[in-house]
């Protein structure tokens, strides 16, 4: 069964603590990114690891020089068990990453093609490419689109590596319409239809149930 991954991105940190310590028996996983970050500061990451005991991935999308993601990630991967880079901006930029995450003994995710509409402008033309590039690399995972399920399979199958996949919930991705094509080292990420919903817990549980029954094949 995929693994369930919180996006949270919310914009303070009493917030944060609060939705985690709901929803930690459902979820396997944790996404932060700039609101929080920026919000809150990097030490967020380790108040969450010690209410979740989960993994926690720092969502920085980064895409700069060798030298200057270099950086971005000694910093990061002090707190985070995982970072996400873009694939974008090169194999130099990435491998940078991949350097210092090897040294810490961390994760490297790389997006191919983002979940939101505008991505099909420029990324999608190239995400194929990312994927065999994220291939050759052996990056530890990828990010590819819950929000169409064809693209999410056919970067699956270039790539041949764990997908972190988000657009479930909010940006009209469905759990049922993606679970074939993943298997249990993939993540299924879910933000806003958790953490804004009246009850997180209570859709966070529905998230992990879909995840364990929906399996048709
Ligand atoms: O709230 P929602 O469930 O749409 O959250 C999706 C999360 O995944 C957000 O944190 C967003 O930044 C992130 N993301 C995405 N598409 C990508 C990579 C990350 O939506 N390709």
């Known amino acids: 069964m995929p693994k369930l991954m919180i996006a949270l991105d919310v ?13 930690k028996d459902y979820i396997d996983a944790v996404k932060v990114g700039y609101p929080l970050v920026l919000s809150s500061g990097l030490e967020i990451v380790e108040e969450i690891k010690k209410i979740c005991n989960r993994e926690v991935i720092c969502d920085f999308k980064v895409a700069d020089i060798p030298e200057t993601n270099r950086k971005i990630a000694e910093i990061a991967l002090k707190y985070a068990d ?14 940078a990453v991949q350097e210092v995450a090897k040294k810490f003994n961390k994760k490297v995710i790389m997006v191919t093609e983002m ?23 052996k990056v530890d995972a990828i990010v590819a689109p819950s929000t169409r399920p064809e693209r999410l399979k056919e970067i699956k199958d270039i790539a041949k590596l764990p997908v972190m996949t988000p657009g479930v919930g909010y940006q009209g991705g469905k759990i049922e319409e993606i679970i074939n094509i993943l298997d249990e080292n993939d993540y299924v ?3 806003r239809s958790i953490y804004q919903s009246e009850n997180p817990k209570d859709v ?14």
């Open 189 to 191: 990420i879910v933000g």
């Open 11 to 23: 914009l303070n940190r009493e917030e944060a603590l609060k939705i985690v310590n709901e929803v």
């Open 115 to 137: 979940s939101h509409p505008g991505a099909i402008q420029y990324m999608q033309p190239i995400a194929n490419k990312l994927a065999k590039m994220a291939k050759k690399l």
């Open 82 to 95: 995982g970072i996400i880079v873009h694939g974008f901006v090169g194999e130099d930029s990435v491998k």
């Open 204 to 217: 966070a549980k529905k998230f992990k149930e879909k995840l364990n029954k929906n399996k048709t094949k």
